[in-house]
């Protein structure tokens, strides 16, 4: 892979938040965490400051809001107001501001609104994100999406552009998918593609069927098929960090060697050709 070093970033979505496993991570030289305030029950902030608020500056710290604790349990909402306060939330619960906020799947609220609509809601939402690191509360702002195909049709043209544009990465993608976000950021301008969940969250037995290690150049026997999935995601799409989840430092730690493999970028190059041509037959 040419330019920067492919970055891992440990995902705490289904993580217990222990301390081992930050422990773990910075023996392994994984700095970066990703986490959402929803996570573990609205709980993961705080939950990291009391296993390891010592460790917490060792690492560079995403985050997500706008999926808010509601009376029928929990709900999406772009409003800025509520935005601006879970970001000044995030920073009191993590006992320091984040270095990346993110909105936290801001496709769900654009449902059922006409394409203007949903341009000046998100455009709001925006603008809440990117005063917030205006004014200190993190140093960069995005946009976390499972399906960035609604934040296509709202037009972002003219929206603040934001620093991160994190979508799902891998072969578990679809190719509409795929194609979806290289509209998106080109069309916001977005900064850095971050992937997440390369392995869609588990389905271990996909990989028992499908073997991606020929992605890698040269084919590398000692990787598993796990790891050669895990690093030809940060190809599909193109991106510079992934979000990845595990509580098993074993797991983490052949992850963190996978990065060290190259991706064949030809081959990577002939399966969209080879998912677009099926998309149209
Ligand atoms: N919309 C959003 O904003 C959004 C949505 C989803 C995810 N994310 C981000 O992406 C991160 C990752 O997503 P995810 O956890 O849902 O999915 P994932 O990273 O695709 O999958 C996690 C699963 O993969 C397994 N795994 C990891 N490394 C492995 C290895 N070397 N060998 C075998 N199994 C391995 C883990 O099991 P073990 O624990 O047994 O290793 C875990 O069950 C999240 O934590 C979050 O940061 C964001």
Redesign the pocket.
């Known amino acids: 892979m040419h330019g920067a070093d492919p970055r891992l970033?440990?995902?705490?979505?289904?993580?217990r938040h222990h301390r081992d496993l930050l422990t773990a991570a910075l023996d392994l030289s994984v700095t970066a965490l990703?986490?959402?305030a929803p996570?573990l029950g609205f709980r993961s902030h705080a939950a990291l400051t009391e296993a390891a608020a010592d460790l917490l500056p060792r690492f560079t710290l995403?985050t997500?809001v706008g999926f808010f604790p509601s009376a029928g349990g929990a709900e999406h909402s772009l409003d800025p107001v509520r935005l601006r306060l879970a970001v000044e939330r995030a920073a009191r619960e993590l006992g320091r501001e984040p270095d990346t906020v993110?909105l936290?799947?801001p496709e769900q609220s654009l449902t059922g609104l006409s394409p203007a609509d949903g341009h000046a809601l998100l455009g709001d939402a925006c603008t809440a994100l990117a005063d917030a690191a205006r004014d200190g509360l993190c140093s960069a702002w995005g946009v976390?999406?499972?399906d960035p195909r609604p934040l296509g049709m709202v037009r972002v043209h003219g929206l603040p552009s934001p620093d991160v544009l994190?979508v799902?990465a891998?072969f578990?993608v679809g190719i509409d998918l795929l194609d979806a976000t290289t509209v998106l950021r080109t069309a916001w301008r977005a900064g850095e593609t971050w992937g997440?969940?390369?392995?869609?969250?588990?389905?271990?037995k996909v990989w028992e069927e499908f073997d991606p290690r020929p992605f890698l150049r040269p084919p590398h026997d000692d990787l598993?098929r796990?790891?050669a999935a895990?690093r030809a995601a940060f190809h599909l799409p193109s991106a510079s960090a992934m979000?990845?989840?595990?509580?098993?430092p074993?797991?983490?730690a052949?992850?963190v060697q996978?990065l060290g493999a190259e991706v064949d970028v030809a081959a990577v190059s002939q399966y969209l050709r080879t998912l677009h041509g099926h998309r149209q037959s």
Request: charged content about 10%; glycine content about 14%; aromatic content about 8%.
């Open positions: 970033v440990l995902g705490l979505h289904r993580s990703d986490t959402a996570y995403s997500k993110l936290h799947n976390a999406s499972w994190m799902r891998g578990l997440m969940s390369p392995f869609g969250g588990g389905h271990r598993s796990v790891q895990f979000a990845v989840g595990t509580d098993n074993g797991h983490l052949q992850l996978a």
